[in-house]
């Protein structure tokens, strides 16, 4: 299906949502309106409907329906267009993509073209990621490179979370919710003040699920599958003064559970559905301990913001801390199967993290048609990770990374309708490799060391008071990366340059029929060169980086919201992203196993390794697209409201490796979410009945080709109820 025809069907789709006659009289009737929505794309508060760059948002309704059965972060993939998220390493290290651009490296160490910032400092390292989410006051997924204000490791976007701040007023919740597979989910927060100058805010959650997979091999029933998730978070507001404010954020979580259950030839050569091996309450594992997992980690941050009168300073600084390990049964089996599996492989990796981070930053503040900001970033981590195979002795590989950048944007009213913005940031990053082979391997030492100009220039038009048109182009950057995991299977470390990218979008944004439609989109196209891929498995079972000429994607997103009446809202997404891997000497290595059916040209190596040309191919786990639709309908009654919120997500044709073989594609999966509730205004308490994936769609998420045809599914279904009370 070409560009065209999805572009068409895109439309139709939101046409059939919103274009009927009935709603204008509705809505007059009702006179509910859209809300307005802050974001600080550009580290300032600014409404969505006025920013030059795609945002998306999730708050409230959408974020407790996502998250009510316990999910980790990774559940936010295919929740707004654009954006794709997986793991091979359980709950502890999401990979994320943004318009088709990720890093499948699932590696402890490896980076990634998206950052994910929680309240205003970023989380660089992969662990770091995955700090849970509790609290939170609003979801911005900012798509494009961000090179400019935030830096390296933004070429395909950002992810935002900012958690509820403290404030005078005393508020709070508790949250219980019980479900399928005994998931507890527990949440408590509780904000006052303190003094005039001094209020706080204590958030906590507690997540289990009982283990509920068998091992059919130890004759074990529910060994597998659950988890136990603890953290916390302490905010301090003071504010002595109306020019200064100081926040200190204090937070820390605890893990421990499953890792990701790898499952032996689930596939069957040829062909890409689950077959009769697959049985997602039993597992067949003969190493690995049960996949056992386990991390703590902790950290704060302190923000100060000092008002000089038409200026305001800015500082943060931040420190970020993890370690733990995770141990897995690799091949999915035994030595009798399930299947074909030729040898056991068996791994552990463990991992031990410190970041901290400082930004000054100076911003105007007066009402002249002119603004700037402009600052100063440092960035300094440490990272040791260990690698056992169990068939050697362990390696150990140390990496540090340090990097320090000065920025400028500048916002310019041309006229009253038309603003020019302009950004430019300059960075300095190095990164330095020593390792330990456990079989007595020599390592050079690695030292990499790069600066790089990222920049962006805007233009935004509004055509009307509610409606306008924007252009952006923009640059950025993923730092050169090294690694090092080869290392523990008799290699060396593998180094790839800076990618960098320049992006062109034109865009959309309108709040239409008397602010009961919000229809926003844009259209993008972005160059890559020296693209970053990482080469996983294949009859080496390597882990090695590779630079590739060029990656290109075109695409465009659609995200809508729509009041039909003062009861009946909903929400409606859709992306196309047409992804390219531009390299006509790219050769990738294939299934080791030799199970898997390669569709690319294969070439074989003197040594008699068979490699694919990967020219043409899309990027790995690039969802070609992906489709939303949120409804919520309420029914009013005596102090309060019955309520019905559904969500769908569906996701298109997505390609797992670098080279394309008919076993290991997704095609055309989804999940459905139901929530139906009650709320008693007048009590401030909530009681609601929920359903993740309710119809237990058993959907492939990745695999493993080095051994046999082993693959990873999707959560299952869950069922459960919730109660809260506010005050």
Known sequence: MNLINKTSIALAIQASLFATTSIAAEQ?????????????????????????????????????????????????????????????????APRFYIRGLGNTDFDLAASQPVSIIMDEVVMENVVLKSFPLFDIEQVEVIRGPQG?????????????????????????????????????????????????????RVSVLNQHRDDWVDNSFTNENDVMGGYDETAARLQLLFTPSEELDVLLNVHARSFKGTSTL?????????????????????????????NPQNYDGDGFSLRVNYDLGEMIFSSITATESADGRSLGDIDG?????????????????????????QEFRLASDTDNNYSWQTGFYYFDSDLSVTTSPFFIPSSTFNQTNTTWAVFGQGSYDISEKTTLIAGVRYTDDEKHLDAVSGVGIPISPIDLSDDQISWELMLNHKLESNMSVYTRVASGFR?????????????????????????????????????????????FHYNIDDIQLTS????????????????????????????FSENFVMTAGFSYNDTEI?????????????????????????????????????????????????AEYTVPMDDGEFYIFADYAHQGDTNFFIYESVEYIAEDQFELGLRLGYVNFASEYEVTLFGRNITDEENLKGGIDFNNNTGFVNQPRIWGFEVKKSF
């Open 28 to 92: 007059e009737e009702d006179n509910a309106v859209l809300e307005i929505i802050v974001v600080t794309a550009q580290k300032r508060d600014q409404n969505s409907q006025d920013v030059p760059i795609s945002i998306a948002t999730l708050q409230g309704e959408e974020l407790d329906n996502i998250f009510a059965a316990g999910d980790d972060i990774v559940a936010l993939a295919t929740r707004i267009p654009g954006l794709y998220a997986e793991s091979s390493n359980g709950r502890i």
């Open 148 to 200: 400019s204000l935030f830096g390296k490791n933004t070429t395909a976007g950002i992810i935002k979370f900012d958690s509820r701040k403290p404030t005078q007023e005393t508020d709070g919740y508790g949250k219980f919710s019980y479900g399928t597979y005994g998931t507890r989910n527990l949440e408590f927060a509780v904000g006052a003040g303190l003094s005039d100058s001094v209020s706080m």
């Open 262 to 290: 790898f499952r032996a030839n689930i596939l069957s050569t040829g062909s890409n559905e689950l077959n009769g091996n697959f049985d997602r309450g039993t597992v067949a594992f003969n190493e690995g301990d049960n």
């Open 333 to 357: 089996g035994t030595p009798a199967g399930p299947g074909f599996i030729p040898f056991q492989s068996v791994t552990e990796g463990a991992a031990d993290i410190e970041q901290f981070t």
């Open 479 to 523: 730092a050169q990366s090294i690694q090092g995991r080869d290392i523990a299977f008799f290699g060396q470390p593998s180094v790839a340059e800076s990618e960098t990218i320049v992006s062109f979008e034109v865009g959309f944004k309108a709040d239409l029929l008397e602010n009961t439609l919000r229809l926003n989109g844009a259209i």
């Open 536 to 563: 996983v498995g294949g009859d080496g079972n390597s882990v090695s980086l590779r630079n590739a000429e060029e990656g290109v994607a075109t695409g465009f997103e659609l995200d809508a919201e729509m009041i």
């Open 582 to 630: 531009n390299d006509p000497t790219l050769l990738i290595p294939v299934c080791g196993s030799g199970q898997c059916t390669p569709t690319d040209p294969i070439v074989i190596s003197p040594g008699g390794r068979s490699d694919a040309l990967v020219d043409g191919n899309p990027f790995p786990q690039a969802p070609e697209t992906i489709f939303t639709v949120t």
